[in-house]
C-alpha cells in the first residue's frame, strides 16, 4: 500500500516490468541517484543515448480529498484543475531515465530500456505509470510508424486559412 506522497521508482525493458519499488525521499535526489545508478550499470555508450527527460502525468483524486493528500499537493506546488464534480486532477512531476533506446530511422526512436521516478498518491498511480512504462518499451509495430508518419504528411499539407478581414 503506497503512502502518498512517496516515490514510486518503475523500470521497464523491452515491454517487460523489471523493477518496482516505492521508497521515502526527496524526488530530485531520488531521480539523481537513480540516473547515476542506471548510467554506471546498465547504459552502453557505443549503443545508445543516455536521457533524463521531466514530464507530467494526470492522478484523479475524488471528493473529498483527504488532509493528507492536500498537505502534499501544498508542500510540492502541485497544480490541481477539477475535472467534474467530483473529481480534481492533480499534475504530478514525472522523470524518464532512458539508458535503452535505438534509432529505427531518420525520425523515430524506440526507448527499450526506461525508468520512471515519480511522486504518487496512490496505488492506482504506481499501476498506471507502470502500464505506461510497459507499452513504450514495447516493440513498435511498423505498420504505426508508417501511420504516424503519414499523419504528420498530411498536417504538414494542408493548406493553412487566411484570415478574412472585416472592411
Known sequence: MVNPGQIAVIEANMG???SREVVDGDLQEIVKKNAIKYAQEKWEPTFSDFMVMKDEYESRLT????KEITEIVKKNNIQLRRE????FVAILPVYYIIYESLKIDEDNYHDRGIVGVALVL?????ENLTNI???STKKPIIEELK???LEEEEEEEKPKKKKQSKS
Do not use: A, G, W
Open 16 to 18: 517487460k516490468l523489471v
Open 63 to 66: 471528493i473529498p480529498i483527504p
Open 84 to 87: 467534474d464534480s467530483n473529481t
Open 122 to 126: 496512490s496505488d492506482e498511480d504506481v
Open 133 to 135: 512504462l510497459i507499452e
Open 147 to 149: 501511420i504516424e508518419e
